[in-house]
C-alpha cells in the first residue's frame, strides 16, 4: 500500500507565492524502484492536467503555462516531492494533486486547495 500526504496551499494574491509538499509512505512504495512524481490541477468545470513531473533522477517536465514561475523538486531521502509556485495568477487557482506512479501503481494525493485572488 502507498499514501501520499500533501501539505500547503491556501489563499495568496495574485503575484504571490506558495508551496506544496507531497510525502510517500507505505509499504507498497520501495525507493529503489524507478518512479515518477508528479503535480497535477484542476480547476472548477474543467479536466484535470498536468502542471508538471519529475522523475526518480530529477528529470522534470513542466506545462508550458507555468514553466519559468513554479518549480518541483524531491528529496528522495526524504520520500518528497514539493511543488514552488511563484508569480501566481488567478487562473491558477485549483485543487492540486500529487501524483506517484511506480511500476504497477499509480497513488494519488488528497488534493488541496490553491486559491489565487485579491
Known amino acids: 500500500q502507498v499514501q501520499l500526504d500533501q501539505s500547503g496551499g491556501g489563499l495568496v494574491h495574485p503575484g504571490g507565492s506558495l508551496r506544496l509538499s507531497c510525502t510517500i509512505s507505505?509499504?507498497?512504495?520501495?525507493?529503489?524502484?524507478?518512479?515518477?512524481m508528479g503535480w497535477y490541477r484542476q480547476a472548477p468545470g474543467k479536466e484535470r492536467e498536468l502542471v508538471g513531473d519529475i522523475s526518480k533522477f530529477g528529470i522534470l517536465k513542466y506545462a508550458d503555462s507555468v514553466r519559468g514561475r513554479f518549480t518541483i523538486s524531491r528529496d528522495n531521502a526524504k520520500n518528497a516531492a514539493y511543488l514552488q509556485m511563484d508569480n501566481l495568477e488567478p487562473e491558477d487557482t485549483a485543487v492540486y494533486y500529487c501524483?506517484?506512479?511506480?511500476?504497477?501503481?499509480?497513488?494519488w494525493g488528497q488534493g488541496t486547495q490553491v486559491t489565487v485572488s485579491s
Open positions: 507505505g509499504s507498497g512504495f520501495n525507493s529503489r524502484d524507478f518512479n515518477v
Open positions: 501524483r506517484l506512479d511506480i511500476p504497477g501503481h499509480t497513488a
